[in-house]
C-alpha cells in the first residue's frame, strides 16, 4: 500500500490550496480515508475523514472551511482547504487503515502567512 500526498505550499491568510492523496496496491474504493496535520512539538491531529460511501467529517477547527472528497476512479483523495489562516500551518497526511495497520503518506507541508 502506497499513499502519495501532494499539493501543499505557501499561501497568504485568506487564500486557498488543494491537498491531493494517491493510493496504490489496494481497492481503494472499499477504504476509509483520513487527512491528519502534525506541527512540531504538536500532537497529530485528525482533520477530515471520508469513508468508503463518501460520508465526510471534519474537526471543529476546519469545519466550513475544509472539504475532503474522493475519486475512486483516480484513487485519490483531496482535501479542497479555503479560508485558510495562519493556524492551519502544518504537515499535512493521509492515512488509511488497511488489514488491521495503518499506512500513511509522506505529508505535504502548507504555510499559512499572516
Known amino acids: 500500500v502506497q499513499l502519495q500526498a501532494s499539493g501543499g505550499g505557501l499561501v497568504q491568510a485568506g487564500g486557498s490550496l488543494r491537498l491531493s492523496c494517491a493510493a496504490s496496491?489496494?481497492?481503494?474504493?472499499?477504504?476509509?480515508m483520513n487527512w491528519y496535520r502534525q506541527t512540531p512539538g504538536q500532537e497529530r491531529e485528525l482533520v477530515a475523514t471520508?469513508?468508503?460511501?463518501?460520508?465526510?467529517d471534519y474537526a471543529d477547527s476546519v469545519r466550513g472551511r475544509f472539504t475532503v472528497s474522493r475519486d475512486n476512479v483516480r484513487r485519490t483523495m483531496y482535501l479542497q482547504m479555503n479560508s485558510l489562516k495562519p493556524d492551519d500551518t502544518a504537515v499535512y497526511s493521509c492515512?488509511?487503515?488497511?488489514?488491521?495497520?495503518?499506512?500513511w503518506g509522506q505529508g505535504t507541508e502548507v504555510t499559512v502567512s499572516s
Open positions: 471520508i469513508t468508503s460511501g463518501s460520508t465526510t
Open positions: 496496491g489496494i481497492n481503494f474504493r472499499d477504504y476509509t
Open positions: 492515512k488509511t487503515a488497511y488489514r488491521g495497520r495503518n499506512y
